[in-house]
């Protein structure tokens, strides 16, 4: 039993950095109706920053803070540049930010260079911790902490899209962009601001992602499939689909790595062939518009 609380827990640390990742990937899809993948290369990015301005600075949560802003910062360049000039081709975004996760990974491997990387958690959060409530395991205090932290975000995020204007433009967005454009909103704000959120909490990701999957060359492949994985079962568009879906891809990896080796990463796949036999849109997914 302790044993499984621990795999347990291990699976929703998973889950809270796939969240961080296919949260903003979810939006970005549900509003713009673009698919990014170039999105895990931005998750990649983010945390090399992190790791270079930690390494700099000695601070962990400035490094944090660093790759966040960063992120957001190329996330609205990439917007209003390369995005907005493909005027909403479907298959020349698909062809570009393919190829930009090519541009991403050369120049991460030009920097930082091939070896896999690790950022390290400071003072209290880098050591374990005995956890009564839970067979008395000893657990390590940074994967409770980005547990936490992933739990604040998602709060975070679903008082911004059911209890601000801002949120009820965005989820008018993903039901019908049309009617938006009808009432006189600025849509182009609100994809410069939907794709700046997304690769934000993609660099934010990238940090905490580093201190538990480390970071490497072909990262950004691998993080993306999770995230692939969970608004499939998820449903696109849909926030609370991202937040389920996360938590059933992030236990069933890692219930598969602890109990299934072999075949771990067929398991993964599992969920998403079941759902989209049974419900093709996810299980919170809604109809395009």
Not at 159 to 168: K, P
Not at 178 to 197: E, K
Not at 201 to 207: K, Q, R, T, Y
């Amino acid at each position: 039993m302790p044993q499984f609380l621990a795999q347990t827990l291990n699976g929703l640390t998973l889950a809270g950095i796939i969240f961080l990742v296919s949260s903003g990937f979810t939006l970005v899809f549900g509003v713009m109706r673009v698919t990014n993948l170039s999105h895990g290369a931005v998750y990649l990015l983010g945390g090399y920053t992190g790791y270079s301005v930690i390494g700099a600075t000695h601070n962990f949560f400035y490094g944090l803070v660093a790759a966040a802003v960063a992120m957001a910062v190329f996330g609205f360049l990439l917007e209003r540049t390369l995005i907005s000039w493909l005027h909403r081709s479907e298959m020349s975004e698909l062809l570009a930010t393919l190829g930009l996760i090519y541009v991403i990974d050369d120049i991460a491997l030009a920097i930082w260079g091939g070896s896999p990387l690790t950022i390290n958690l400071p003072g209290f959060l880098g050591k374990s911790s005995t956890l009564p409530l839970a067979g008395g395991i000893v657990y390590p205090n940074g994967r409770l902490f980005i547990l936490a932290i992933s739990v604040v975000v998602a709060v975070g995020l679903y008082a911004l899209l059911r209890r601000t204007r801002v949120g009820a433009i965005i989820r008018a967005g993903v039901d019908d962009r049309d009617m938006v454009n009808a009432l006189g909103i600025n849509v182009r704000r609100v994809f410069s601001l939907v794709f700046t959120l997304g690769a934000l909490l993609a660099g934010f990701a990238g940090v905490l992602g580093g201190t538990v999957l480390n970071l490497y060359t072909g990262g950004d492949s691998d993080i993306l499939l999770f995230a692939l994985a969970v608004v499939i079962v998820g449903g696109l568009g849909s926030y609370e689909g991202a937040i389920l879906g996360s938590l059933v891809i992030g236990l069933v990896d890692n219930y598969g790595t602890a109990y299934f080796p072999s075949v771990a990463y067929s398991i993964l796949f599992l969920p998403v062939i079941i759902v989209l036999l049974v419900k093709p849109r996810g299980l919170l997914g809604k109809a395009s518009t």
